[in-house]
């Protein structure tokens, strides 16, 4: 990409226990691209050192004490600097070199929301069988009840404008695991088809230990489908980041104190 995209983009990853491979994702994520880069991991309380790994890389470090993935983005939306929230995880399973050319298309083609389809495109032993058939049950369960068109319901990797929170509709309620396919849901009802879509992307090994769980995740994520569907879901938190959330932007994050 010859000429920097003039917008300014936050990069968000959501970490706890990450430090074999969060300095590699961070290294991944190409530079001089955009007006502004931000770099930021939202940090669930990790005890090993991802969290100095990613200030030693530049990253901005978030620490959100509450528990849950879609806890830790719920904050991290709110306080991301960035006109355009880019997501992934911290594990090397998502392609960080197509980010600039997704930005891109967002703004080219003036859509609001991308997510990316990992199925099409797995690697060979990026997803175990066991794994590969949850999300199929999950994604067709989620376009069976929403009629949506999403192929992968439970990709992590999006691309946004932060603008579309402005809209409260457009926020997700869930403090864990589900807030990835509430997401798409939200996405595609609010926004709009057109404007909210799907482009697949290669996806990778992880490395590092996984710390989903498998069957529970997969229970909760198939429970909150139904309940989403129905209007029984519950905001169980306030939208936002707390206000004594440590952020190295502060200086008050522990490891900037050695």
Known sequence: MSDK???SVTVMLPTWNEEKAVGLTIDDIPRDWCDELE???VDGNSTDKTREIALAKGARVHIEPR???GRAYRSG???AKGDIIVTMDADCTYPAEVVPDLVKKLLDEDLQFITCDRLTKAED???SGLHGFGNWVLSFTARMLFWYGVKDSQSGMWVFRKS???????RPTNDGMPLSQEMKILARKVI?????????????????EAVIHTWGDGWKNLRFLYFKRVGLHRTRSPW???SDNPDSLNGDIPEQQK
């Open 77 to 79: 939306f709110d306080v």
């Open 67 to 69: 528990k849950g993935y």
């Open 5 to 7: 995209l003039p917008v």
């Open 240 to 242: 936002g980041a707390l």
């Open 192 to 208: 709009g088809k057109q404007k909210a879509i799907e482009v697949s992307v290669p996806y990778r090994t992880r490395v590092g």
């Open 164 to 170: 579309i929170f402005d809209n409260p509709k457009m």
């Open 39 to 41: 770099i930021m991991i």
């Open 125 to 127: 032993g990026s997803m």
